[in-house]
Nanobody, 116 residues
Framework: VQLQASGGGLVQAGGSLRLSCASS????????MGWSYQRPGKQRELVAS???????NYASSVKGRFTISRDNTKNTVYLQMNSLRPEDTAVYYC???????????WGQGTQVTVSS
């Protein structure tokens, strides 16, 4: 059972990053996949999610700037982040969630730092 996130780093405000999360097939297939972030001193917050059918949902703070997608042949979910802002600085976590349940399987985080 694995979720492996990558792609974080340091970027200037206005820049872009793409996060990837490779999953085991058992976790990926049929599940909602998503990203959350945890900013310093704050609770973890949902950023974006995508169903197995491709329906997406975004936090209002990232709508229009971030795009979530999934490649069902590679068992991978992506988060394209554009127009990054310093307030996007956080540890980003990917997750897999069986539809209709509140349970989430979490991967390790990847640090995103946006400098002003």
């Amino acid at each position: 059972v694995q979720l492996q996130a990558s792609g974080g780093g340091l970027v200037q405000a206005g820049g872009s990053l793409r996060l990837s999360c490779a999953s085991s097939r058992s976790l990926f297939s049929g599940n909602v996949m998503g990203w959350s972030y945890q900013r310093p001193g704050k609770q973890r917050e949902l950023v974006a999610s995508i169903t197995s059918g491709g329906s997406t949902n975004y936090a209002s703070s990232v709508k229009g700037r971030f795009t979530i997608s999934r490649d069902n042949t590679k068992n991978t979910v992506y988060l394209q982040m554009n127009s990054l802002r310093p307030e996007d600085t956080a540890v980003y976590y990917c997750y897999a969630a069986p539809p209709g349940t509140p349970y989430k399987y979490w991967g390790q985080g990847t640090q995103v730092t946006v400098s002003s």
